[in-house]
Each structure stands twice: as structure tokens, then as C-alpha cells.
């Protein structure tokens, strides 16, 4: 059986999706579905336990999905994975074949900015 899985412990799951919440409820879907996306957020509720780590994991592991979309706003953390995962492809480490993107998403849409009315970003 082949999911999409969404890592993100603010933003909403996208339909189509399996959310994580977090990375030990990710490495435990990459153990046991064959992923066709995967899409990382770096910053979660836990500091240390966030979406570099997990890519540490899943080239350490061998589990990967057939495309990965780093899709958090933090710019340092979402290009410390990209340029992890990449360079990992580099070292034969991770198969060619998997497509990495770097697509920021924001915090909010604008419908949920409705939600937050009054306050200040």
C-alpha cells in the first residue's frame, strides 16, 4: 500500500495525506508503507527531535519515499535537510532516483489568518 505522508506538528494535512506529528510517528510510517511523498517540516514542538534528524534517521535506516518535499519556512533548517539529502544522493548513500524539493509553505493561509484577526505577525 503506498501513502503520502505529511510531517508538520501546526500546519493542516493536506487531503491525500498521512499526518506526523512528529518524527517518531514519521520514521514508524517509513518502516512500514512504501511512500510515494514525503513532506518535512524542520521546526516541531520538540527542538531536538526535528526534521533534520529524521533525515539523519532515513539515510542511516535506508527509508526513503519516492519524492520528498521540505516544505518549512525555517530557512537555515530546511536547507540544512535539503543539502543533507542531496548530498547523501552525492555519496550513493540515497538513490538518484528520488526527487528532493525545497518549497517553503507558510504558517498561516489566509483562511486561517481570519482565526487570528487582531493580532500582530
Known sequence: MSINVFM???RTCPQ?????E??????????????????LDHDLV???RNGLM???????HQLFAERI?????NS??????YQYLKQAQKEQRMPHSIK????PLPLFTSSDKNIYKGFSF
Not at 512528529?22 to 513532506?39: A, K, Q, R, Y
Not at 537555515?76 to 535537510?81: D, F, N
Open 16 to 20: 491525500g495525506h498521512v499526518l506526523a
Open 22 to 39: 512528529n518524527i517518531d510517528d514519521c520514521f514508524e510510517l517509513l518502516e512500514n508503507f512504501h511512500i510515494e511523498h514525503l513532506s
Open 54 to 60: 529524521l533525515v539523519h534517521l532515513m539515510v542511516k
Open 46 to 48: 520538540n527542538k531536538s
Open 100 to 103: 528532493i524539493i525545497q518549497r
Open 8 to 10: 508538520d506538528d501546526f
Open 76 to 81: 537555515v533548517g530546511s536547507k540544512a535537510m
Open 69 to 73: 518535499t521540505i516544505h518549512s519556512a
